[in-house]
């Protein structure tokens, strides 16, 4: 694995950071600017908001740009507004802040999981996003808890100065190591430059060169099976951060847990979800359906064991990282096989994984809060959850069903989605 691709995923590092850490930071928000709570909860939501919407765009204006300068303009936007946020006395500049931040962060990680994939070569598409999603995981592992003990020490304002100071090497790294890869790697049988047309390391090819482009890549990503895996990886990963979101509550009001063991749990949660993307990168590029099947099954299973055995510890420890495991081994399956289901689409295709990432790691906490603001307590979100899997479960079998039918012969679950 190239070692430009493990340059990214440190990027991504400090982007998962701070797109979890406000949760250890609102207190000190609310007293410096004063502003309420809920005021500083919107921060979170508008990263969210900002990771949806920019994924798509950034990447449609980014098409025409060489990956390595996308990948700097959209990681030096990052700190930028980091250094910003870190500085600033009004709520309304953080928020704005935070809002570039996430459409920045949402380009990176679009052109990053592209440009990777490139990198990595056809056959090695979910080795390189397990790369850049286990960023995000070792995030919850490490940057959110360094940035929430940060705020307690020094101040909120010292956790951005954190992510602006990663993001630095970050920078730097991606400037040496990522090669200057043409937006859409995809040319055509035959396709050649024209003579006497001069190709710096970071000049854009010629339009004339490059078949995906905009309109096209749109159309490639109207195909049924990509929006299926897409809507399939946006409800595993509601489920997730359903119960993610909601995990200090249930820990500690039904677990039977001190509130010192929040940050354990939490960073036990972040080490299974980093053993999930690892499983997952090596299985999804080869034999995904192995993993997938009986992965969404366990998944399923294992909500519903977590929501009745909340009330003993011992369990609790133990499924708090089974299932971070086996849900980010089965969403980073997905989030594969929709890059591989959007090979004509390789600029896009990252854009719309990203934003089915972020539309269930947004809608799934709002499910879970629906439930808790019913009066069904705090177990509630673990059987949001486990509905969201088995939604997921049966869309699934609804779907090969109808292949079944249409093409009159069983669909094979083994055929790569690439083909």
Not at 295 to 303: I, K
Not at 348 to 368: I, K
Not at 381 to 391: E, T
Request: aromatic letters at 6%.
């Amino acid at each position: 694995m190239p070692i430009a691709i493990y340059m990214l995923g440190l990027a991504v590092f400090a982007q998962g950071t701070s797109e979890f850490m406000l949760s250890g930071l609102v207190p000190g928000i609310v007293r410096d600017l004063q502003v309420s709570v809920p005021a500083a909860g919107a921060l979170t939501s508008a990263f969210a908001v900002g990771m949806i919407v920019g994924a798509p765009l950034t990447a449609v204006l980014s098409l025409r740009w060489p990956r390595r300068r996308a990948l700097l303009v959209f990681l030096t936007i990052f700190m930028i507004v980091h250094v910003a946020g870190a500085v600033t006395t009004s709520f309304g500049v953080l928020l704005a802040a935070r809002v570039a931040g996430a459409l920045a962060n949402a380009g990176f990680l679009a052109v990053g999981l592209a440009a990777a994939t490139a990198m990595a070569g056809p056959g090695a598409k979910g080795r390189a996003a397990s790369v850049l999603l286990g960023g995000i995981t070792l995030a919850c592992v490490a940057g959110v808890p360094a940035g929430a003990v940060l705020g307690q020490v020094w101040g909120w304002r010292s956790a951005f100065w954190a992510v602006a100071v990663v993001s630095v090497p970050a920078v730097v790294a991606v400037a040496v190591a990522v090669p200057a890869i043409p937006p859409g790697t995809a040319m055509s049988p035959g396709t050649a430059i024209p003579p006497g047309t001069a190709m710096s390391p970071d000049a854009a090819p010629p339009p004339e060169a490059v078949v995906p482009a905009a309109r096209r890549e749109l159309r490639a990503l109207r195909r049924s099976r990509l929006l299926v895996t897409l809507l399939l990886g946006a409800l595993v990963n509601g489920a997730t951060f359903c119960t993610f979101t909601y995990l200090a509550p249930l820990v500690t009001e039904v677990g039977g847990y001190g509130p010192g063991w929040v940050p354990v749990l939490l960073a036990l949660f972040g080490l299974g979800s980093f053993a999930g993307v690892s499983i997952g990168g090596r299985m999804a590029d080869r034999r995904p359906m192995r993993l997938l099947v009986p992965g969404g099954l366990a998944l399923t299973a294992g909500w519903i064991v977590f929501a009745v055995a909340a009330g003993n510890p011992a369990a609790v420890l133990v499924l708090v990282f089974v299932q971070g495991a086996l849900s980010f081994a089965v969403g980073s399956t997905l989030i594969t096989r929709a890059l591989y289901a959007a090979a004509d689409a390789p600029s896009l295709g990252g854009a719309f994984a990203t934003a089915a990432f972020n539309v269930g790691a947004t809608a799934g906490p709002l499910l879970g809060g629906v439930a808790i603001g019913a009066g069904l307590g705090y177990r509630s979100p673990l059987w949001v959850s486990a509905l969201l899997v088995a939604l997921a479960l049966a869309l699934a079998v609804a779907v090969a069903a109808r292949r079944t039918r249409t093409t009159g012969r069983p669909a094979s679950p083994t055929r790569r989605a690439a083909r």
